[in-house]
Structures are given as structure tokens and as C-alpha cells.
């Protein structure tokens, strides 16, 4: 089976613009999340998808956003980029999620620079 | 809330040699998974190993097993015979559905030398 996926790899964003980043899951998978990764912060949960519904969401404003489509794929959107927002996003599949004991298989990443 | 901390921020190892990384946690939960992922410089996070809580045995993928001990909510990562695409950062991970995500550790960066 192919892996996850995301695209694209890199971005380089300036403030206030709003950026989307996609994420293909591994065939069959139905839940995916995303996490928000720096060097001061580590590795922090964002969201939750499974069957086009966010199932749960991470402490992040409400700038950060996200939906998923049938075919279990997933984009998230930042809107009125900070610098801050600079980080290396990480989406994970899973069959099921947080609906039960499970797995989750990492994306290779999108590097997002906000100058 | 669930913690989990990875004291060692640095470790280095020779080649063929062995090496323990170590990992506790807090939780008042009784069953949940355990995970030990591996970012080497390509970033890509990468599973190692994992273990159910519910389960006595230790679990091993190959070169790689774990020490888990329950009472003592700790989960250590020992790597036999070190290779040098070992290297890489290592955390451990706590899951305990239904709480979200994947709950990580700060990390631990692993050098091999050969």
C-alpha cells in the first residue's frame, strides 16, 4: 500500500495570507490528523478528522482549519498567517482514530515558512 | 491530562553497540497504547514500536524492543546492534482514545558513530 501523502512539501508564505495543505491517507484509512510541529513548542495536535467530520480539535485559534472529503483526504487552511505559523506540518492516518486503540502513520511533512 | 517526558535529550552511541532510551509517562487511564516513532533528518516520522497497555510482554520489532513497566509508567526503547541510519530524533508517545491525538514526548536526538 502507498503511504500518506502530503503536498505540497514546501511553502513559503508572507503575513496575512492564508495558505492549504493536503494530505492523502493510506488507502482504507478513515480518520486523519494533524499536528503542528517547532522547535519550542514539539509536537502538538491540531485536529481530527474521520468520515468528513472533525471529530476533535487541538488548542489552536480558530485561524487554523480543516476539512476532509469522501474519499478520506484532508486539507487544512490557515488564514492571516503569523510568523509564529512557521512549522513543519505532519498528517497521520489511521483506520479509525480516536474511536478506538490505533495506529497512526505519518506524512513526510509540509515546511511552512511565514516571513 | 496525559505527560509524557523524555529525560534525555542527547544520546550517542557507537556503532554495533547497544543503547536505552528512556521514556515515563502520567496517566490515570488503565488501557491505552504506547509508541516509539523515529524523525530522521528527512523529517519523515516513522513508527518503531508500540505496545498495548493491556498486554504483559514486552514488545520487539527486530533490533528494536522495549522495557515497559507498567506500575512504574515507564517505556523504554533498547536498540541492539546500532546502526548508523539509526540516527535520528526518537519520541515516545502516549494514545488513550477517546482523548485526541497522539500525546509526544520533547524528544530524544540519537547519534551513532561509526
Known amino acids: 500500500k502507498a503511504g500518506v501523502t502530503q503536498t505540497p512539501r514546501y511553502l513559503i508564505k508572507t503575513r496575512g495570507q492564508q495558505v492549504t495543505l493536503s494530505c492523502s491517507p493510506i488507502?482504507?484509512?478513515?480518520?486523519v490528523s494533524w499536528y503542528q510541529q517547532t522547535p519550542g513548542q514539539g509536537l502538538q495536535f491540531l485536529f481530527e478528522?474521520?468520515?468528513?467530520?472533525?471529530?476533535n480539535k487541538g488548542n489552536f485559534p480558530g485561524r487554523f482549519s480543516g476539512r476532509q472529503f469522501s474519499n478520506s483526504r484532508s486539507e487544512m487552511n490557515v488564514s492571516t498567517l503569523e510568523l509564529g505559523d512557521s512549522a513543519l506540518y505532519l498528517c497521520?492516518?489511521?483506520?479509525?482514530?480516536?474511536?478506538?486503540?490505533?495506529?497512526?502513520?505519518f506524512g513526510p511533512g509540509t515546511r511552512l515558512t511565514v516571513l | 491530562a496525559q505527560t509524557v517526558t523524555q529525560s534525555q535529550p542527547e544520546m550517542s552511541v557507537q556503532e554495533a553497540e547497544t543503547v536505552t532510551l528512556s521514556c515515563t509517562y502520567d496517566t490515570s487511564e488503565s488501557n491505552y497504547y504506547l509508541f516509539w516513532y523515529k524523525q530522521p533528518p528527512s523529517r519523515q516520522m516513522i513508527l518503531v514500536i508500540r505496545?498495548?497497555?493491556?498486554?504483559?510482554q514486552n514488545a520487539t520489532e527486530n533490533r528494536f524492543s522495549v522495557n515497559f513497566q507498567k506500575a512504574a509508567k515507564s517505556f523504554s526503547l533498547k536498540i541492539s546492534d546500532s546502526q548508523l541510519g539509526d540516527t535520528a530524533m526518537y519520541f515516545c508517545?502516549?494514545?488513550?482514545?477517546?482523548?485526541?491525538?497522539?500525546?509526544f514526548g520533547e524528544g530524544t536526538q540519537l547519534t551513532v558513530n561509526p
Open positions: 508517545a502516549f494514545m488513550k482514545p477517546p482523548i485526541p491525538g497522539l500525546t
Open positions: 505496545q498495548e497497555a493491556y498486554k504483559q
Open positions: 478528522y474521520f468520515s468528513e467530520t472533525q471529530r
Open positions: 488507502s482504507g484509512h478513515r480518520s
Open positions: 497521520a492516518s489511521s483506520l479509525e482514530g480516536s474511536g478506538g486503540l490505533d495506529t497512526q502513520y
